[in-house]
Every structure is written in C-alpha cells, then in structure tokens.
C-alpha cells in the first residue's frame, strides 16, 4: 500500500529525515512515537506532500513519485489523492457548519455535484457520530466533535489511507476518547493509518506495528508487545522510561 525508499528533508542545514525507508501493508496500522524534534510530524507531512522532500520516493497505491527528480503539480495532486490528513489542530473553515467543511473538499477537489457532496458528507458526520451536529459551526461544537468532523473530512475523499498527526493532543483529556473511539472503529474496519501519536496506551491497543523515531531515523521497530514490552536500543528504552 505504502512505499517509501531512502526518503530526505531538509530545512537548510538542518536534516530532520535521514534515507527513511519504511512499508505500510493495506490495512496495516504503523504508529510513530518519539521526542518532540524527532522528525514524526515532518515525515507524516512529506507523504501528503504538505512538506517537499529533497529526495527518495514515496509510492500509495498505484501513484509513485520520485523526489530525486522534478516533481509537477500533478504529480503532488496524484500522490496527494490517495491519502487524507487529520491534523492536530482542526483546521475547519470557521463560516462553514460541519456538514459544510465536509462538503468542501469533494465539491472543489473532486469536482462532486452538491447534492451527491451532501448525501457523501451526512453519511461520514453519521459514521462519526455527528449526526446531530451537522449543522452547527465549530465554534458551537467540542474540541473532540472538531476532530470528529475533521476525521469525517478526511474519510469523505475516500483516500486509501489516512494520516493522523497527533489528533487528540489539543484536546482536553475527557474529550480524547471520543476520537480514539472513531480510530479504533476505522483500525477494525481495516483503513490504512499512520498515527503520530503520544497516546502510548491507545499505541499499544491499536497498533499493529509501532515506530520508534529520533533524529529523522528509525532507532526500533517492531510489535507494540516488543517495543513497549522488550525495547532492544537503549534510546527506545530511555525514551519508554520517561513517559511511562
């Protein structure tokens, strides 16, 4: 499903992804942890291209593209329409009720008629649990409902796999576990997901293989139960050792 080989950024001097090479199977949950520096957000951002690597290749589905070569618009669009992104922050348009932000990207990406974008977006507000909500502005809604609407966006454009960057850290601790509800529901319902995240116990839950990160490599890899339970590099062990 994914594939991505000896993949490189850079902000001027500063490497923050080092030649990572990683595979994702279809259906297959892959979460990264790491420190705060580690190059987790930047690597999530380079698959959906918000961030231009400076070399390697990342190939969804049928669409590859390489880097180390000049990339057009349609390339980034092609790549980019194989995957959706939940973002840390909800990033919903503010004059648009949730059925609206929904709506938004099917009718301006994907060119959908209005009436089929709308009968699209009430399904996955349903999906989601806001079937209620729909209507209101995200001022009017939770934190976790914002999220909830902006996990409802991403699942509309039907990518072949979603993106999560840290989805429940902006929340307040009672409304995270309406979100990790939806994932865990999407993990069983065999989506593609690659989850950043500090939610070490829905990690362990959910995960399918985890992905230890520092320094823009991949220190560990392995089962939540051998990475969580038998870490082998001493940094995953250090790391493990703070935060739990």
Do not use: W
Not at 196 to 210: G, L, W
Request: one cysteine or more.
């Amino acid at each position: 499903m994914i594939s991505i080989q000896q993949l490189q950024k850079s902000f001027g001097d500063n490497t923050v992804i080092r030649d990572m090479s990683v595979e994702v199977a279809k259906g297959e949950v892959v979460v990264i942890i790491g420190p705060s520096g580690s190059g987790k957000t930047t690597f999530l951002r380079c698959l959906n291209v918000l961030e231009m690597p400076n070399a390697g290749t990342i190939q969804i589905g049928e669409e590859k593209v390489d880097f180390s070569r000049k990339v057009t618009k349609r390339d980034i669009a092609k790549l980019r329409s194989q995957t959706g992104m939940v973002f840390q922050h909800h990033n919903l348009f503010p004059h648009f009720t949730a059925l609206e932000n929904v709506m938004e990207g099917l009718v301006t990406v994907k060119k959908e008629r209005k009436e089929k974008a709308r009968q699209k977006a009430e399904a996955y507000l349903t999906k989601v649990g806001l079937a209620d909500k729909m209507h209101l502005y995200p001022f009017q809604l939770s934190g976790g409902q914002q999220q909830r609407v902006g996990i409802a966006r991403a699942l509309a454009l039907e990518p072949k796999v979603i993106l999560f960057d840290e989805p429940t850290s902006a929340l307040d601790p009672e409304l995270v576990q309406e979100v990790l509800k939806v994932m865990r529901e999407l993990a069983q319902e065999g989506m593609t997901m690659v989850v950043v995240t500090h939610e070490m116990r829905f990690a362990r839950e959910i995960a399918n293989r985890v992905i230890f990160m520092d320094g823009g490599v991949i220190v560990e890899e392995g089962t939540p139960g051998e990475v969580f339970q038998h870490p082998k590099e001493e940094r995953t062990k250090r790391f493990l050792q703070l935060i739990q």
